[in-house]
């Protein structure tokens, strides 16, 4: 018996030893150490041995056992490491190989006016608002102090889905919504699409967008207008950039004007982008009417306002020098990549 355990300890050592794999190692284990392993049976052969006997072969048994495993074992690390290594060395990375290109875009010219709009004035204390594109003509016209035989609806004759429900043609009707729902003070600036039935051409499309500024406070003047507007000209066009308001009417401001920034191109002198006039014309403004006030459930006697509102197409096309408003609008990545 004893020499069938030496000679079982010395064969699996040898054959533990040359087993080259994972695979054979683990065929070694079933061999020896398995339920029908060779140890095994020879514990179960133990009965025919005599009592004295039993626990000396037993423990010797168990001896060899413990040895067979220890080395089952070592050969495991041993061949985990080789593997780990063998990994590291055919699946390492080359860091220095050039990555796949990614064409990340940029953002459109219209987007970057907005965004650059909405930056100047968060910055001096206002919230940017929105409203519905597809909205109800009461917000578009009525409540602006623009009833529905006003000469001024056919100016900005839009899309209608209903006769009550139109593509809005204006900003403006943001307006009319904030005021219905907040208290003054309001200072916001509402930046999105606008509808007109216009025919496409280089300054002319169905769809544009413009920027809608409102405050309504106590004691507004026509003041702070100048000033908002000089300092969002200086901000967004130059430091150099004067305004210049000229007469004007809309029915939603009392009184009215437009307001012309000096050629940013330029500085005044005249050029291809400010027609020779020296003077580009950015927006128009004015001191909210009381009838709008009035509409929306805001007390004349108490507050007033302005607001203003300008094309972002205008400011993009002076800005980047575009000379197509069409180009805009075609998203040619070709057109679009250069700004
Ligand atoms: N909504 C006007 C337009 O589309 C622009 C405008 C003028 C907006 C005067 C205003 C304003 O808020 O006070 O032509």
Same mark, same amino acid.
């Given at each position: 018996?004893?020499?069938?355990?030496?000679?079982?300890? /010395?064969?699996?050592?040898? /054959?533990?030893?040359?087993?080259?794999?994972?695979?054979?190692?683990? %065929?070694?284990?079933?061999?020896?150490?398995?339920?029908?392993?060779?140890?095994?049976?020879?514990?179960?052969?133990?009965?025919?041995?005599?009592?004295?006997?039993?626990?000396?072969?037993?423990?010797?048994?168990?001896?060899?056992?413990? /040895?067979?495993?220890?080395?089952?074992? +070592?050969?495991?690390?041993?061949?985990?490491?080789?593997?780990?290594?063998?990994?590291?060395?055919?699946?390492?990375?080359? $860091?220095? +190989?050039?990555?796949?290109?990614?064409?990340?875009?940029?953002?459109?010219?219209?987007?970057?006016?907005?965004? /650059?709009?909405?930056?100047?004035?968060?910055?001096?204390?206002?919230?940017?608002?929105?409203?519905?594109?597809?909205?109800?003509?009461?917000?578009?016209?009525?409540?602006?102090?623009?009833?529905?035989?006003?000469?001024?609806?056919?100016?900005?004759?839009?899309?209608?889905?209903? %006769?009550?429900? !139109?593509?809005?043609?204006?900003?403006?009707?943001?307006?009319?919504? =904030?005021?219905?729902?907040?208290?003054?003070? $309001?200072? $916001? $600036?509402?930046?999105?699409? =606008?509808?007109?039935?216009?025919?496409?051409?280089?300054?002319?499309?169905? =769809?544009?967008?413009? !920027?809608?500024?409102?405050?309504?406070?106590?004691?507004?003047?026509?003041?702070?207008?100048?000033?908002?507007?000089?300092?969002?000209?200086?901000?967004?066009?130059?430091?150099?950039?004067?305004?210049?308001?000229?007469?004007?009417?809309?029915?939603?401001?009392?009184?009215?004007?437009?307001?012309?920034?000096?050629?940013?191109?330029?500085?005044?002198?005249?050029?291809?982008?400010?027609?020779?006039?020296?003077?580009?014309?950015?927006?128009?403004?004015?001191?909210?009417?009381?009838?709008?006030?009035?509409?929306?459930?805001? %007390?004349?006697?108490?507050?007033?306002?302005?607001?203003?509102?300008?094309?972002? +197409?205008?400011?993009?096309?002076?800005?980047?020098?575009?000379?197509?408003?069409?180009?805009?609008?075609?998203?040619?990545?070709?057109?679009?990549?250069?700004?």
């Amino acid at each position: 018996m004893k020499e069938k355990i030496a000679k079982i300890k /010395e064969t699996s050592i040898k /054959e533990i030893e040359e087993c080259k794999n994972q695979k054979e190692l683990n %065929d070694l284990k079933v061999k020896y150490l398995g339920k029908k392993g060779e140890l095994t049976l020879l514990l179960r052969g133990m009965g025919a041995l005599t009592p004295e006997e039993r626990p000396i072969i037993g423990s010797l048994v168990n001896k060899v056992r413990d /040895e067979i495993n220890n080395l089952v074992e +070592e050969k495991e690390v041993k061949f985990k490491k080789e593997e780990l290594q063998r990994k590291l060395e055919t699946e390492n990375i080359d $860091i220095t +190989e050039p990555s796949k290109k990614i064409n990340l875009g940029s953002l459109h010219p219209i987007t970057q006016v907005i965004q /650059e709009v909405e930056e100047t004035f968060l910055g001096m204390g206002y919230e940017i608002a929105d409203g519905p594109e597809v909205e109800k003509a009461i917000y578009n016209f009525d409540k602006l102090n623009t009833p529905p035989d006003h000469p001024a609806r056919d100016i900005q004759d839009t899309f209608y889905i209903t %006769d009550n429900i !139109i593509l809005r043609s204006q900003t403006s009707s943001v307006q009319a919504r =904030v005021m219905e729902e907040k208290k003054p003070p $309001i200072k $916001i $600036i509402c930046p999105g699409a =606008v509808y007109r039935s216009d025919s496409v051409d280089a300054t002319h499309s169905p =769809v544009f967008h413009q !920027i809608e500024g409102l405050v309504i406070d106590k004691n507004i003047s026509m003041t702070d207008l100048k000033g908002t507007l000089e300092m969002f000209a200086k901000k967004c066009l130059g430091e150099n950039t004067k305004i210049r308001f000229r007469p004007h009417h809309f029915p939603f401001t009392e009184p009215s004007a437009e307001a012309d920034v000096s050629c940013f191109v330029c500085g005044g002198k005249g050029c291809k982008v400010c027609k020779g006039e020296g003077w580009i014309e950015l927006l128009g403004c004015g001191m909210v009417h009381p009838n709008v006030l009035k509409n929306c459930g805001i %007390d004349p006697e108490e507050y007033s306002g302005f607001a203003f509102g300008f094309g972002v +197409e205008r400011i993009a096309m002076a800005k980047f020098g575009i000379e197509d408003m069409r180009l805009l609008f075609e998203n040619d990545v070709r057109f679009l990549k250069q700004f």
